[in-house]
Structure formats: C-alpha cells, structure tokens
C-alpha cells in the first residue's frame, strides 16, 4: 500500500490509511449494495427530495472524482429565497475553483411533453436555474464569500456551469435531439438520471487521489489516502460556512485546505459497515 509520496510536514496524528481499492474486489458487495438501492429508487415514484438525500448520502460515489472533484455541498442557501440541490467543487489548481450547479428533477416523468415542448418541470427547473443565474450575476460580493475562487463568471467563459437531472433515458430518447439544442440555447447541461447511474457504476476506487499538481503531491499520505475514502456525504450548507471560516488559500485549493475538508467530512453507513469487514477483506 505505500507509496513514494513527497511530505510537505510530518503529521502529528496521521490519519489511519485503508486500502479503498478492496472495494473492487472481495467488498465489491458493499459497493453493490448502494447501487442496488439506488437503481429501486429510479423503478419506484419518488418525490425529488428522496433522490437528493440519496444522492448527498453517497455523494463521493456519485460525484467523486479522484483528480479534481474531491467535494459536494448539499442544500446551499445563496440567499433566504434560494436553496441549491448540490453544488460540486471542482479543483483547477492554480485556476481556482470550477462550480457546478445542480437541480433534481424526478426520474419517472419526461422532460418534454408530447408536442415537443418542455414540460413544466423542466421549464421550472430551466427557471431556477436562471433565478440562480440572476443572482451571482448582481451578488458578486456575496457570491466570493460563499463560494471562493478567483473568478466568478456565469457567461463568458464560465467557471460556474448550470445541470439538470431530470427523466430517464427511456422517456427522453424521443426528444434528445431537442434536449441537447435546448441546453445549447440555455447554456445548461440537461441530464437523465441514467447519466447519475453511470457515474455510480463507472466510479473507479483507489487507495490515493490522483496528484496533479506539485503541491497536492506534497501532502502526507495519509491526506491523499483519506481524500481517496468514497464514502463520504454532501457538506451541508452549516459544514460548509464552518470550512469558510477556516479555509487559507483560494487557489490549489484542496491542496493548501486539505486537513480542514477532512476534519469536516461526514461518511454514511456504508462506512462502519466497511470499517467492520475490513481486516476480512484481504
């Protein structure tokens, strides 16, 4: 399991290390399991709030990214009139911070009707989304504090991107052609939720995150190991503001922040049942 990683500082308490990649192999059920679950969520009605909370609970198989998305936030408030579903950290090093913005939709209905027009949750969805759009716009201030990078554009060479998950493959495939010249027009990604179970599947596990950049590479390794843990949940937006408080630098963000996003982790259950099985996963 070691590694030739350069260390930055020696740590007083490293963190314990695991090897995540027994995930792929003898604990492949456990991972199993959460896909199991997701995909009776997508056959059974739900309302959007059901997907969400499961989405932010396995946030790190969903949206983990070993080389640049190492974070999620849930349910953050730009303001007491808007409440994002997630919005997701992309690291660009020396560039800052990249942020997606996401609304959740429901799988079971078609996001066009059957003249080809958006269906009214789309066309609400498409509202939100511009709402948010509105208010980074006119919220510039407000918009570095809550979310640091060093730029904050929404239209000309955007480092804040806008999706939609809404449908499903089967309810969708009529009107895909038309999905994809409305997100053109938009300048917003429109997604089915099969697009969120392919992410699930195609997660790839390792015991380190990637290191692409020369100051992520000098981090302990039992920082890069624990930032590879996929068990982790969406930030809330409490977690997230305490993280503001304490962050340093806004550019190699996860590198130069790396100890004080893990300090706020939260991991789900799926974790304990890990951490239980784990010697017998040899």
């Known amino acids: 399991m070691k590694r030739k990683i350069k260390k930055l500082k020696e740590l007083e308490n490293p963190l314990p290390m695991y090897e ?10 456990i991972v199993d399991d959460i896909k199991k679950k997701w995909n009776k969520l997508l056959i059974t009605k739900h309302n959007e709030e059901v997907y ?7 946030a790190g198989f969903f949206f983990g990214n070993l080389s640049e998305c190492y974070f999620s936030i849930s349910k953050l408030k730009l303001s007491n009139e808007f409440i994002t579903d997630f919005v997701n950290a992309f690291d660009g090093h020396s560039n800052g911070i990249n942020y997606n913005f996401i609304e959740i939709e429901i799988p079971h209905r078609s996001p066009f009707l ?9 066309t609400g969805a498409i509202q939100q989304i511009l709402n948010w759009k509105n208010w980074i716009a006119n919220h510039r ?13 929404v239209y000309k060479n955007p480092n804040i991107t806008f999706t939609i998950f ?7 495939e009529k009107w895909l052609e ?9 300048n917003i990604s429109i997604r089915s939720f099969d697009y969120l179970t392919d992410l699930l599947e195609r997660r790839f596990i390792h015991n380190y995150v990637w290191t692409l950049s020369a100051e992520l590479n000098e981090l302990h390794e ?16 409490k977690a997230w503001r305490n993280i503001l408080l ?7 963000f996860t590198a130069h922040n790396s100890e004080i996003l893990l300090n706020n982790r939260r991991y789900n259950k799926s974790f304990d049942k890990f951490l239980k099985v784990y010697e017998k996963l040899k």
């Open 222 to 237: 039992s920082i890069l190991n624990g930032l590879a843990n996929p068990f982790y949940k969406s930030y809330s937006d």
């Open 178 to 186: 038309r999905r994809i010249e409305l997100s053109k027009e938009i």
């Open 20 to 29: 995540w990649s027994r995930l792929q192999e003898k604990g492949k059920y």
């Open 166 to 172: 809404i449908g499903n493959r089967k309810n969708s």
């Open 141 to 153: 201030t407000e918009i570095r504090d809550i979310l640091p990078s060093v730029g904050h554009r």
């Open 52 to 58: 969400q909370s499961y989405i932010s609970e396995h």
């Open 246 to 252: 304490e962050m340093n630098h806004y550019s190699h």
């Open 114 to 122: 059957k003249n080809g027009n958006p269906s009214a949750r789309l």
